[in-house]
């Protein structure tokens, strides 16, 4: 194609909305353009990266026995009422009412649809296992969108859901699906870990996921040095913590109240009483998706992990209300405790870090008071008919798992596999007749792929200071030919030749026949990241040469005119290997 | 791919809540099943089927310079507002409220999002004209969703827009759409008619719309026997209507004022007065978007045609509430008549057919009662500063054109080309400079094709008693092979062998590997609508034939084995021959 014809908006200034390289670049390589937060309109040549990224999916995904289908965006609240899904997605889900009245959600994901088509259409073994996959926009109602497409409101995710007469099948499908996504991964050139993962809202018994490590990502992953583990923050289990000295909390005596008016924050109660954090102990109150009130104890230095609190209790959860905390401490926020907390709620965890403190300061269920000397076990339950241990937070630098310690590392979230079991289709009926006749719910599985966080997050690992670096497999365009003097009659007729043979060969090519400076046209092609390029200009065309270069090379390398058509093939090729599974 | 891995839940009975012969295919073929009222997801024939259809559309759009791009489907609603087509629009747009209180809608057409983009990405000339369309999801809350796809609250659309810096240009991009469309019909294996059509709310001065004709379809399109006039109901022009001979109405005495207690409608009136619908005149009170009041008058067997008074007005209306008709009539809905209202209200528009009225029964504006011997510019004006005659009805047999009679045809719109020249760009800011530096609004025209709507009409124009019968361009698959004895071993080898060979020559190729019995695969295959057939039994194999069969051949040919393939390639270049432009 023609760079004259096409709608490619560079950029010089970096827009001072984005704050990472992947947004800055895809707005300044006129990519796309933001339509409202969280929105963004795909403009020619993001398109053609995003569809060439749904190409690669799609051949892999038909090619691992998915077969493609297209489920509706908008979605009837009720299913989702039948899991119970409603009240786990809450506001992050859009809703709206339809003329007639009936709530809408619009498409977060579509297990409940999937799972009511499977309730029926699938009746019997023999129909299994099958495996149905969509490429389809999906929605979130993001409180604060950033990153551009990273977290938007308004998104492309491939999803596939299997559907399994047994474990071993669900084995199998799950793991067909995890080797397709590290093809899919490879074939976009994308660096990839995977990691295991907490199922969070989806439920299930098993998840991974695949990330991109990059210093900007969102998501953290933890791993042991050896690579023997490696999970996502979510899901990253710790050892239990040694015990540690007493300092500043004072000897283990009675618990004793102190007045601490106007402090708000942890670091403010430990100003106050010349303490540390570490020896603080913050009591957190739920409510779950059923109603019950659940008090969570964490160290003060800790942060609660709200995906191994929702995987524990086994139902969604959230933060409670000023009334509910009012109700149940008789203090104003800010100064529970769990001194007699147990008996008031339904349930109390208490994290394995508090259990192993010696004593703490906590809350005093009392308005401007807290209490020191409040010892793990004596002061207030850590076992008992609705208390228990667990593991609730997430990990921090210096914690080890089964001995080894563990370090840390950003990326960005790019796909994660479930195996979900039972959860989905007992509660919509998609059950099966087994060779004996017998009625049993299937198994399911579901895999999904965020499809504009692939090109977003190879932007974000492969640029440099002058744009987007691509690989071949998802650049908008392979290679570009740069006219260099579009009034010289023979430049003209030579880049044409070169421009004709390319996509006579079948190489995607991009002519930029701009009347332009030369300057303008070679930013322009570093900044949008065509992995090769061909000079065409009258001074090495004097000497029949042309300039080449990979987006990668320092320098260009002189090369006959005549055959720079074979050389660009041949780096192509090469380009592709590391591409090719 | 293998019958027996794909989900291809055929149906024998026809689903009661399907009407019309391409809805109750559409679901006995398997291509589709309902999520809820006007929601499908597409199985895999289905969804085959469609991306067939979108390839097909979006090569003649990338051939014809259109450039593909991907707009958001929530659109913040201030964009509607901009261009006041929120109002226009009303109920049928799906609207929500997001979590920080902005109100969005669902795409129902992207003029606005393009529009605006335009607007900070056109700054010249020298950029016109460009052609950006997209291939995505629209909604509409439809009233009664029906006809399956036909009438669905969410379908996909491919939707095109030009930005052209004068009305030459603007002609040839429109130009250039129209015979893409009329390429991609072709391709498609639809018949069409090209006929004018009203802009409805659209707006903008010239529009044709592509119907395929058929006895279901909700769309009428108007025609000369000719062929010189062709027109969609809602933009046939009428020639006025002759003078009729008065019947039961009385002479042309003076205005009377008759009691009508407890009559609802028009032939109720008629009923009790020994009159005709012809012989009274339907005073409608509409309200419009600058919220004016015009009051419009029908013939009592005419109804009025929406399209045409919203393009006379230049703004959405809609009919009136009862507090606005009470307040204005003081009398009660049912009972507003023209004498005296052109006074009060903001408008009067007469149909050319009430002006051509001797006289007429109308309301009286007094509850309970009519008037008889009302006539057209005695008793009430039929012209002055706010009063009119125009045509705003809709066209029934008996009307003509120019002197010529006016037949009907029911038929399926496909798609819609519009000249909307500068209605959005004035609007939202599309401005360019031209030659000499001055700034000018550009002009602008927009090209739909639904696509969801290609298939089901080629199914409703194509199918027959035993189910679909599709072009090869998009059917899901262009050949079955179809294996009848899967126990033996020379018939499956034989049968493997044709869809390998088949496979590889390129064609599109579904093997029936299911072991079912004869009449079940025939009368799946029947159903599915495939063009071309192979069928490999044991009794034809032994002398060394198979059945070779078109989707409309009455019968099968018998044929060598060895020269299936070549056989079925050809003529599936001959199915394709008439597919091709």
């Keep these: 194609m023609r760079y004259s014809q096409l709608l490619i908006p560079t950029m010089k200034e970096v827009p001072a909305e984005a704050e990472i390289p992947s947004h800055q670049l895809m707005l300044r390589a006129g990519f796309m353009r933001k339509l409202a937060s969280g929105l963004y309109t795909y403009l020619p040549l993001g398109w053609r990266s995003l569809r060439k990224i749904m190409d690669i999916i799609r051949s892999e995904m038909d090619a691992s026995n998915a077969q493609e289908i297209s489920m509706p965006i908008i979605q009837p609240i009720e299913l989702w009422q039948k899991t119970g899904r409603d009240a786990d997605y809450g506001s992050t889900m859009c809703t709206f009412e339809d003329r007639h009245g009936r709530v809408n959600a619009l498409a977060p994901t579509a297990e409940e649809v999937v799972t009511s088509l499977a309730a029926s259409e699938i009746s019997s073994y023999k129909q299994l296992p099958i495996n149905l996959y969509q490429i389809n926009t999906k929605f979130r109602d993001e409180f604060r969108p950033r990153f551009g497409v990273l977290r938007s409101r308004e998104f492309i995710m491939k999803d596939a859901y299997s559907f399994n007469a047994d474990a071993e099948s669900l084995d199998k499908s799950y793991r067909e699906m995890y080797d397709a996504y590290c093809r899919i991964f490879q074939r976009c050139g994308l660096e990839y870990v995977v990691v295991e993962a907490e199922t969070g809202e989806m439920g299930g018994s098993g998840s991974h996921q695949f990330t991109t490590p990059c210093d900007n990502g969102e998501d953290v992953i933890v791993f042991t040095e050896d690579g023997e583990y490696a999970a996502n923050l979510e899901k990253a289990a710790v050892d239990p913590m040694e015990k540690f000295q007493l300092d500043g909390v004072g000897g283990i005596g009675d618990p004793e109240q102190v007045h601490t008016p106007d402090v708000g924050t942890i670091e403010a109660v430990c100003g106050l009483l010349g303490t540390q954090p570490a020896m603080m102990i913050k009591t957190l109150i739920f409510t779950t998706a059923n109603g019950e009130t659940v008090v969570c104890l964490i160290r003060g230095d800790h942060e609660l992990n709200p995906e191994k609190l929702v995987s524990l209790l086994g139902q969604g959860a959230a933060l409670s209300g000023e009334s509910v905390i009012q109700n149940l401490t008789s203090a104003a926020v800010g100064f529970a405790g769990p001194m007699g907390l147990a008996e008031k709620a339904d349930q109390m965890i208490v994290d394995h870090a508090v259990a192993a403190m010696p004593a703490g300061v906590t809350g005093a269920n009392e308005t401007d008071y807290h209490i020191k000397n409040v010892v793990p076990g004596r002061d207030f339950p850590i076992d008992g008919e609705n208390v228990q ?95 260099l003097n579009s009034d010289s009659e023979a430049v003209v007729a030579k880049a044409e030749q070169i421009y004709s043979e390319l996509k006579e060969a079948g190489a995607d090519v991009l002519m930029d026949d701009r009347k332009a400076r030369p300057g303008v046209k070679f930013k322009d092609a570093d900044l949008i990241g065509i992995p090769l390029r061909i000079v065409v200009g009258d001074r090495g065309l004097a000497d029949g040469n042309v300039e080449i270069k990979r987006r990668t090379d320092a320098k260009p390398a002189l090369i006959e005119a005549d055959k720079a058509v074979t050389e660009a093939l041949k780096i192509l090729d090469e380009l592709y290997q590391p591409l090719t599974p």
Excluded: W
């Design 389 to 483: 241990v667990a593991d609730i937070r997430n990990a921090v630098l210096g914690d080890t798992y089964e001995g080894k310690k563990l370090l840390f590392k950003r990326g960005i979230e790019v796909g994660q596999v479930f195996k979900l079991g039972t959860k989905y289709t007992e509660k919509l009926g998609a059950t099966f007749l087994d060779e004996n006749g017998s009625s049993k719910p299937c198994l399911m599985g579901c895999y999904g792929i965020g499809v504009n966080r692939i090109l977003a997050s190879a932007i974000e690992i492969l640029h440099d200071e002058n744009g987007c670096v691509l690989p071949a497999s998802i650049a908008p365009f392979e290679i570009e030919v740069l006219l």
